[in-house]
């Protein structure tokens, strides 16, 4: 069960798994049924073009865009933020509220020593380790192979203009003060205007029209846009080209 702390209002109106965990919008959804350590590159593209948050698919106006991180892609965040002001993520961000929700309910960012199953999608079995942080920035592009073409599979982002670290380890006692704040804090949202793919919500079709949606769009301006490539960092970012999210 998760942890017992309240949603955002943004959160109390989506669907839960079969353990009460609320489904974000980036989970993947295997007809009617969701799966919350999977997530396709589709849905997270649609949720940058949209500028809608990974885990209520509502649209982020005017706020940072949040990441988790643990111990390790702190590290790796941290050297490419020295070095280069900006850092690379295989994934789209969120509202502060939605993150440190995520990072206080979900039990692989409640003890040091969790560690993602071996078969996850993403770095399978990586430790969370003794420091974590959510980051906040104020732009994200998104990358792309510099012949043009668009492959979801290969997408990257690039989080630009840092703006705020909230550094944690024990996110009971550190992060729900930060927490309760920002749910003060946070303008309303309207609900109506939701990015989310579970079967109540238009599920893949609606998936599949609003990718088409976001590559007509991208193509449409990507002659004024796309050939601003930048060769940042050495690995994953060499060769990309830039766009700045959200474009529709
Ligand atoms: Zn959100």
Redesign the pocket.
Known sequence: MPAPVKPPI?LRDLPRDRRGYIVPAEATWNGDVPDLGRNRPETNFCLAATGS?V??G?QNVDELVWRIFNEDDLQNAERELSVQGAFSERMYG??KS?MLYSALVCPYWATENARLTKDSQWAPGAKRGKQCALIGVTNVDILFDSSGRLELAETMFLYTEPGVVIRFSEPETELLPIYEQAIRDEKARSLNKRVYFGPDHGGERRLTRLVSRAVAALKEDSSARLPDIRFRFEEVVASKARFRTPWI
Do not use: R, S, T
Request: with cysteine.
């Open positions: 943004a948050c885990v209520c509502l969120g509202h939605c």
